[in-house]
């Protein structure tokens, strides 16, 4: 796929080796300005050094901006300091992982935050591009 000269913002791509990781390798392969974010500054520079090695000799990049979309002033700064957006991976997610009877309203809290209200500031400005969530487990 010919992705170059777009830029892609990845949420929740600081884990090495899922589904967001993935994707970065297949869209800086096909020539994108890759963005990853996630919480993990470490774990982040880890999937940024894998991504650039398997993009070698593709015209894509790629970069980490740390962010916790629980934060919505984090998530405007990850706006900000993304820019225009082409493609919008919309792979950050949180599911509270326990018995409805067991779980309370901070565990919703958490998941709108992230679920909800996180993507929207981080939506592609490009004319062209439209923000792709990926099938997850509460929706497959």
Do not use: C, K
């Amino acid at each position: 796929m010919d992705f170059e000269g777009r830029t892609a913002l990845i949420t929740g791509s600081g884990a090495i080796g899922g589904l967001g990781h993935a994707t970065a390798r297949v869209l800086a392969a096909g020539g994108a300005n890759v963005i990853i974010t996630g919480t993990d500054p470490g774990r982040g520079a880890q999937v940024v050094d894998d991504v650039r090695h398997s993009a070698a000799g593709s015209a894509g990049t790629v970069r980490f901006i740390p962010a916790d979309l629980a934060d919505p002033q984090a998530v405007q700064r990850l706006a900000e300091d993304a820019g225009a957006v082409d493609v919008l991976i919309n792979n950050a997610g949180v599911v509270p992982f326990s018995a409805t009877a067991d779980q309370d309203i901070a565990d919703y809290d958490a998941a709108f935050a992230v679920n909800v209200r996180a993507p929207p500031p981080t939506r592609p400005r490009s004319p062209r591009g439209s923000p792709s969530p990926p099938a997850t487990g509460p929706a497959t």
